[in-house]
């Protein structure tokens, strides 16, 4: 079974940990089991309830309405906050819980009500960014195992190749031509395939090489077929400190042309890189570049 402290809770429901044993004391809201030592442990039921009870807080409903509500109530007030313009914090508790109760059909509501509300870039961008650094947290304090991760990954994985696919297949008369790739044993594709969404989109042309492709490989491609740009991302698989040598290499066998480059790790950077290496802040960001290109 899984075990969540009260400072894992804190992390992931954003709710503060002296609150919780208020609301726990005061309230019943929560009944955690003891380890042998005597140290408080919550398990999944008490992280998805005070999901819930954080969505419908953060939303105007004071905790003594909250804990009389039945669940079939409490699932109709969630239900009605995701479907309030702007609202984002519902649907990702809610796809925190499908990813928990490996739920492919509440993911697939989850997701296609927020693509209805707000469209299926707006829907990436705010949802399910905010949602994988939620997965981050929960991968940090060990209650997810591979199976739950892998599993939402792929179901994400599948929404974005299904977009990338709906692209029309015929680029602008001046389209330029972008090669994207992970580093060798980076396998973190999603905002990678992002990318390659909105390049397609803005009637450039993609060459795809996906995840963990070696650094000599990268070199040979730029010599056999031509590409304007470069787009790559780090996310695990370099240590932040042997990232600018990474990026040298990269740099010196594509001189004169500007490598763009995404993802968790680039922010921890320690060092001035080449000019030609074009740190993107967002996808915003990014696409008001591709409208001048």
């Not at 056999?224 to 990474?246: G, H, S």
Request: proline residues 3%; neutral net charge; contains cysteine.
């Amino acid at each position: 079974m899984i075990r969540y402290s009260i400072n894992d809770l804190e992390k992931i429901t954003e709710i503060k940990a002296h609150t919780i044993r208020i609301w726990e004391k005061r309230y019943n809201v929560v009944n955690p089991e003891r380890t042998d030592t005597n140290i408080r442990y919550y398990n999944d039921e008490d992280l998805k309830k005070l999901l819930n009870i954080s969505t419908l807080n953060k939303h105007g409903f004071k905790i003594s309405e909250i804990i009389k509500m039945g669940n079939n109530q409490v699932c109709q007030k969630i239900i009605e906050i995701s479907n309030t313009s702007g609202n984002y914090e519902s649907y990702i508790n809610n796809l925190i819980v499908s990813m928990i109760e490996i739920d492919e059909d509440k993911f697939e509501k989850v997701l296609s009500s927020a693509i209805i509300k707000m469209g299926f870039e707006k829907t990436i961008t705010h949802i399910i960014y905010a949602f994988l650094v939620k997965v981050g947290i929960l991968w940090q304090v060990g209650t997810i195992n591979p199976a739950q991760e892998h599993f939402i990954t792929n179901l994400i994985r599948q929404k974005l190749i299904i977009a990338i696919d709906g692209q029309e297949n015929s680029p602008k008369p001046d389209a330029k031509t972008f090669l994207l790739f992970l580093p060798e044993n980076e396998l973190h594709e999603l905002g990678l395939l992002f990318y390659t969404y909105i390049i397609k989109k803005s009637g450039h042309r993609v060459i795809y090489l996906g995840q963990s492709v070696p650094l000599k490989d990268i070199l040979e491609v730029i010599k056999i077929r031509r590409a304007d740009y470069i787009l790559t991302y780090f996310v695990a698989a370099l240590e932040a400190k042997n990232i600018p040598e990474y990026l040298q290499t990269i740099s010196n066998g594509f001189e004169h042309k500007d490598i763009f480059i995404a993802g968790y790790q680039v922010s921890q950077i320690p060092e001035k890189l080449p000019d030609n290496i074009k740190f993107i802040q967002d996808a915003e960001e990014f696409k008001s570049y591709l409208n001048r290109v």
